[in-house]
T-cell receptor, first 110, second 113 residues
Framework: DAKTTQPPSMDCAEGRAANLPCNHSTISGNEYVYWYRQIHSQGPQYIIHGLKNNETNEMASLIITEDRKSSTLILPHATLRDTAVYYCIVRATGFQKLVFGTGTRLLVSP | DTGVSQNPRHKITKRGQNVTFRCDPISEHNRLYWYRQTLGQGPEFLTYFQNEAQLEKSRLLSDRFSAERPKGSFSTLEIQRTEQGDSAMYLC???????????FGPGTRLLVL
């Protein structure tokens, strides 16, 4: 079973920041937080991951709370092409499989 | 394009037929994964290879399913005697052993009639 909880859907206006929350209250010390997204009919696309520090790359920022029980993925300027299902996953180092939940369906509108 | 590739992208078959899918991982990625995704659900893990060795299999992988990675490069997933419940997207992912991130291919969408 997935170890994360996400809202089933969210809306965002184009050009605004999209903030996608994830709850992982049972996370262990050696588990990373990963974010993937899946655009309709495509394979999942890696976005970002982190352990306890906040992370930023060209796609997004990941903010992890100090107690590591929740995190937020931030898309700073959402575009229509960011419409997708976003998955938050926790995985321990050395543990092979990714356990996906049902994710958050983000709809970016003009 | 140097990403993970999968062939075919779509497959329609009749119940009872055998099908085989191929996955070509990113060059030099020694870890390879198969997942299955049904409509409205997230991907579910099926099996994992490190080089040519199949090291982990999900209980979802029934006796009708077999996966190989004979030379530690490309992999095949075969489903024998397909059933309508096998209709799904079959996804392949790969990663380099020294890194943590799995990269996914575009998937093969199977429809069993």
């Amino acid at each position: 079973d997935a170890k994360t909880t996400q809202p089933p859907s969210m809306d965002c206006a184009e050009g605004r920041a999209a903030n996608l929350p994830c709850n992982h209250s049972t996370i262990s010390g050696n588990e990373y937080v990963y974010w993937y997204r899946q655009i309709h009919s495509q394979g999942p696309q890696y976005i970002i991951h982190g352990l306890k520090n906040n992370e930023t790359n060209e796609m997004a920022s990941l903010i992890i709370t100090e107690d590591r029980k929740s995190s937020t993925l931030i898309l700073p300027h959402a575009t229509l092409r960011d419409t997708a299902v976003y998955y938050c996953i926790v995985r321990a180092t050395g543990f092979q499989k990714l356990v996906f939940g049902t994710g958050t369906r983000l709809l970016v509108s003009p | 394009d140097t990403g993970v590739s999968q062939n075919p992208r779509h497959k329609i078959t009749k119940r009872g037929q055998n099908v085989t899918f191929r996955c070509d991982p990113i060059s030099e990625h020694n870890r390879l994964y198969w997942y299955r995704q049904t409509l409205g659900q997230g991907p579910e893990f099926l099996t994992y290879f490190q080089n040519e060795a199949q090291l982990e299999k999900s209980r979802l992988l029934s006796d009708r399913f077999s996966a190989e990675r004979p030379k530690g490069s490309f992999s095949t997933l075969e489903i024998q005697r397909t059933e309508q419940g096998d209709s799904a997207m079959y996804l392949c992912a790969s990663r380099q052993g020294s890194q943590e991130t799995q990269y996914f291919g575009p998937g093969t969408r199977l429809l069993v009639l």
